[in-house]
Each structure stands twice: as C-alpha cells, then as structure tokens.
C-alpha cells in the first residue's frame, strides 16, 4: 500500500528556513517521480517543486526559485523540501504527490508570520 508521510513545518519568521519531509512506503521513491505542492487560503493547489526519478531534473515555481530546494534521500526513502529566505505569501498547507501513483501526503501546515 503506497503512503507518504509527511513531517516538518511549522511557524518561521519572515527570512527563517524550515525543512519539509516525505517519507514514502510502499514503493520505492527513487525509481518515481516527486513534487511539493502548495495551496494558501483561498486559492487553488500549486505546483512548488518536483524532482525526476533519476534525480537529474528539477522544476520549480517561479515564486520560490533560489529559495526552495527539493531533494531525495534514496536509503531513507524520503523526499524533501528546503525552504530558505521564507516570505509572508509562502504561508500555505504544503503537500507531497507520488503522480505516478496518484497519492498525496496529508499535508503540513507552514506559517511564514512575524
């Protein structure tokens, strides 16, 4: 059964990092496609970050570039998003996708507030 568990987030300051995770069951991550998305009050889910199973190929939103980082780490199973250089509008319900498996985490709550 695929599950992605989902940890991290929080509440930051403007300017601070936090670190999401995703640790995937049920498959194993690095053969797969991964993405972050994100969805704010009020406003449709967006697609954040995603990293190709081969690890070669990143896409980001135009929002979050030079800030965001996706990552995997293959032995643990997990993907990651780094988040640097927070801002107010980056306040949202963060969530992880498998798309080959159509799966989502549950979602974690990050709050950019001073």
């Known amino acids: 059964q695929v599950q992605l568990v989902q940890s991290g987030g929080g509440l930051v300051q403007p300017g601070g990092s936090l670190r999401l995770s995703c640790a995937a069951s049920?498959?194993?991550?690095?053969?797969?496609?991964m993405s972050w998305y994100r969805q704010a009050p009020g406003k449709e889910r967006e697609l954040v970050a995603s990293?190709?199973?081969?690890?070669?190929?990143?896409t980001y939103a135009d929002s979050v570039k030079g800030r965001f980082t996706i990552s995997r780490d293959n032995v643990k199973n997990t993907v990651y998003l780094q988040m640097n250089s927070l801002k107010p509008e980056d306040t949202a319900v963060y969530y992880c996708y498998a798309r080959w498996f159509g799966s989502w985490g549950r979602g974690t709550q990050v709050t950019v507030s001073s």
């Open positions: 990293l190709t199973s081969t690890g070669a190929g990143t």
């Open positions: 049920g498959f194993t991550l690095s053969s797969y496609d």
